[in-house]
């Protein structure tokens, strides 16, 4: 991240050894397609406390913004911050999140919906590394503690 320009803070200690990983934000303060490719915090997901900020300019073409998000791997929550509706639907449809946060910060959740990545709902072989065990809320909690069972009757 420092290589490509980043500027990070972290709010604590990191321990290796306790396999902690202290709350941490990473600020690119000027994101190109390129860029991304380059920066695994972006192409893989981080099951830490970790905000990556990529900031685009505001005049970015429908094209550029298209380019840059492809580069991105699944997310479980991304959020997008701008005054411009077209920039923030754009953004939602082309993003491989399963939750698309529009001037929200991505700690906020809807615990009737599934939270997870997106895997390969999504439609692309590429993103079925996505999330760690799957999907968890109140319908994977039900399926869970069930146990399916069948009797047949002649």
Same mark, same amino acid.
Request: hydrophobic fraction near 40%; proline fraction near 7%; charge should be negative.
């Given at each position: 991240?420092?290589?490509?320009?980043? %500027?990070?803070?972290?709010?604590?200690?990191?321990?290796?050894?306790?396999?902690?990983?202290?709350? @941490?934000?990473?600020?690119?303060?000027n994101t190109q397609a390129k860029t991304l490719e380059q920066?695994?915090? @972006?192409?893989?997901?981080?099951?830490? #406390?970790?905000?990556?900020?990529? $900031?685009?300019?505001? !005049?970015?073409?429908?094209?550029? =913004?298209?380019?840059?998000?492809? $580069?991105?791997?699944?997310?479980?929550? *991304?959020?997008?911050? @701008?005054? %411009?509706?077209?920039?923030?639907?754009?953004?939602?449809?082309?993003?491989?999140?399963? *939750?698309?946060?529009? !001037?929200?910060? #991505?700690?906020w959740r809807a615990d009737e919906m599934p939270y997870g990545?997106?895997?390969?709902?999504?439609?692309?072989?590429?993103? %079925? !590394?996505?999330?760690?065990?799957?999907?968890?809320?109140?319908? %994977? *909690? &039900? &399926?869970? =503690? @069930?146990?399916?069972? =069948?009797?047949?009757?002649?």
């Open positions: 991240a420092l290589e490509c320009g980043a %500027q990070i803070w972290s709010a604590g200690e990191h321990n290796p050894s306790e396999h902690y990983l202290a709350p @941490t934000l990473v600020v690119y303060p920066i695994r915090l @972006t192409r893989e997901e981080a099951f830490a #406390p970790i905000v990556c900020i990529h $900031k685009l300019p505001g !005049n970015i073409s429908s094209e550029k =913004l298209n380019d840059i998000l492809q $580069k991105f791997d699944a997310n479980i929550h *991304t959020s997008i911050f @701008t005054y %411009q509706n077209k920039r923030a639907r754009q953004f939602y449809e082309s993003v491989p999140s399963r *939750t698309v946060l529009w !001037n929200e910060i #991505p700690s990545g997106v895997a390969l709902e999504w439609g692309d072989s590429h993103l %079925q !590394n996505s999330g760690l065990l799957g999907d968890e809320g109140p319908y %994977q *909690t &039900m &399926m869970e =503690l @069930t146990v399916e069972r =069948l009797f047949v009757l002649p």
